[in-house]
């Protein structure tokens, strides 16, 4: 992602305010993870006791938490802006208040979600875990909640580290991760092979990687492109001579669009792309408007990749 997108914009908060807020957590109880930068998922617990409260960087990573914690858990999502950037995020007080009182948190780690680190460090009495850790896929990459095996592993930690906080409800945490696991591998049955047939794409950035790996669809994007849009530098016009010769050839059977990254290159190729005749996939980094389920998330990438290279 990167800063030229369309973002919320969120203050940020001095070192002192957080201190001084985070003196009143205790007093704050629910209501701390409920401020302008964070997200806050929690029902009734029909089975009475205290929630779990978790933290996570994204809602992405919130979501899956959920699906494992289930009514056991209060999760709050620190980014559930789709316009937000977690490059640039700045924390604010509800957000330290919410880290200081999380029993687990999760971040995306890899350089992706930096401002977490100072969050972590709130919570001190909180099991944490890193999604990029946690994944291992030996890739540079740090897009891995589209990793759907590395995000499996995710959820068997979550289950494990909740279920260290929560004993009592060990069983119901590994009984939702199966289930959650379960639908993953749909996913992977229906993902599988769907570039079997030789399919090359083109991206504006490397967000998908993990999903086209899964398909075996080529990524045939020059390195100088996808390295120039990462870093936020001009793309060299021999890269997108190359992007543009590419969809204008019709070599590929779609362009790979991270719809949270508007740039006037990647405005460019989208345009060539449909004057092309090309299907334009869009992918996001955040959850999209109104979704708050990884899996139906996910179902509707995995579709729609499918769907374009039929």
Sequence with gaps: MNSRRTKSVFAAVSALAVLALGATACASSDK?????????????????????????????????????????????????DPSADPHSYETTASDAIAAKNAKL????????????????????????????????????????????????????????????????????????????????????????????????????????????????????????????VEAEQDVPAAALNEVKQLISGKQVKALVNNAQTTTPVTQQVVGDAKNAGIAVVDVTETLPQGVTDYIAWMTKEVDALAGALK
């Design 32 to 80: 701390a993870s409920t401020g302008s930068g964070s997200q806050n998922a929690s029902a009734a617990n029909p089975g009475g006791g205290e929630k779990i409260k978790v933290v996570a960087s994204t809602d992405v990573w919130g979501s899956v938490v959920t699906a494992v914690g289930g009514d056991k858990v209060e999760v709050t999502s620190i980014i559930h």
């Design 105 to 228: 948190t999760l971040s995306n780690g890899g350089g992706y979600d930096d401002f977490f680190s100072k969050l972590a460090d709130q919570a001190t009495g909180a099991q944490k875990l890193v999604a990029v850790d946690i994944a291992a896929t030996g890739n540079e990459n740090e897009h891995v909640w589209y990793s759907l095996p590395g995000v499996e592993k995710i959820a068997d930690q979550v289950a494990a580290k909740l279920g260290e906080i929560q004993p009592a409800s060990k069983d119901a945490f590994t009984a939702n991760a199966t289930a959650f696991k379960g639908k993953t591998q749909e996913l992977l049955k229906k993902v599988s092979g769907l570039g079997g047939s030789g399919a090359k794409v083109v991206a504006t950035e490397p967000v998908a990687h993990y999903l086209l790996d899964s398909a075996k669809v080529t990524d045939a994007t020059p390195p100088a492109f996808a390295e120039a």
